[in-house]
């Protein structure tokens, strides 16, 4: 199991010559360099941060909290500390420690660091991303994200903390503000933050949501579509992101994780935007679509 660990965070560091033989070795195939740069860089961002800080973007309060842990440990936190394959070889090292251990002493707190690693900073938020990541990737990133999410779900089930603990990250992390309530400025971004959701927007996510909706979508970073999908008929926009919610909290109560707190967690998030958004899609029905108008306090 180390070794498995080790190996698939190589594979998530790029889509370089040692990636590939680690792949190949695998047997998941080797996503190519075009292929890992629109999954990794483009959708989806293999940071704990972006997905766990109120903000959805990289650094913050989560990053420093995985940092904060690895100081813990006596490391010295690289720049980008809550990177998925740092996460995954950390876990590896304190596996490594646990084993390996002098006496029984010392292997119950590499335990408790183990067990601290795996609830607070990588089942809080991987296997929501690699969730997303079997969408939207091609078969190699499938199948990598099938065995990460094999191997999350056998180290939660070994351990009895992930049965009853929910991570720091999400007991702290805000919701999604109703814009009514006076904070219409800040909930578009909201809208893209996972942590105040409990969904990943992704640009693909956005693509079809302009598609599905016949409507003009903007090339630009994704706050930019979406204002510009929102300016255009704010409530088939609202309806669609609420319909979406709702399905990605319905997909929870099946997930191996559900009978967590920290499935949970994420089941009553996505549940809870879902019914704001059909709400405010309502009131935009109920104005003619103005989301200047509908989403004023």
Do not use: K, N
Not at 71 to 82: I, N, V
Not at 139 to 152: E, F, I, Q, T, Y
Not at 181 to 190: K, N, P, Q, V
């Amino acid at each position: 199991m180390i070794e498995l660990i080790r190996a698939l965070a190589v594979v998530a560091e790029g889509a370089g010559a040692e990636q590939a033989a680690v792949a190949d070795a695998l047997g998941v195939g080797t996503p190519t360099p075009a292929e890992h740069t629109d999954v990794f860089v483009f959708q989806l961002y293999p940071y704990a941060s972006v997905h766990l800080g109120p903000e959805g973007q990289l650094g913050g309060v989560a990053r420093d909290r995985v940092a904060g842990f690895l100081r813990a440990l006596g490391q010295t936190p690289p720049a980008e500390p809550d990177h998925l394959a740092l996460l995954l070889g950390a876990y590896a090292a304190l596996l490594d420690r646990e084993r390996d251990a002098a006496d029984d002493t010392a292997q119950a707190a590499w335990r408790r660091a183990r067990e601290a690693l795996l609830v607070e900073h990588l089942l809080s938020w991987a296997p929501a991303f690699v969730r997303r990541v079997a969408d939207l990737g091609g078969p190699g990133h499938r199948a990598w994200a099938g065995l990460l999410d094999d191997v999350l779900a056998s180290e939660a089930a070994r351990t009895p903390a992930a049965s009853t603990l929910l991570s720091a990250h999400l007991v702290h992390a805000p919701r999604l503000e109703d814009p009514r309530d006076g904070l219409a400025r800040e909930f578009i971004d909201g809208l893209l933050a996972p942590a105040r959701t409990g969904v990943i927007v992704t640009a693909s996510d956005l693509a079809r949501l302009a598609e599905d909706l016949g409507l003009g979508r903007r090339v630009g970073e994704r706050r930019f579509v979406l204002r510009a999908l929102l300016d255009q008929d704010a409530a088939a926009v609202l309806g669609w992101l609420a319909d979406a919610s709702a399905a990605d909290s319905q997909a929870w109560q099946t997930h191996w994780l559900a009978a967590t707190p920290t499935g949970g967690w994420w089941r009553d998030r996505s549940a809870a935007t879902a019914e704001l958004l059909a709400r405010l899609a309502d009131d935009c029905r109920a104005i003619e679509g103005d989301i200047a108008v509908a989403l004023q306090p």
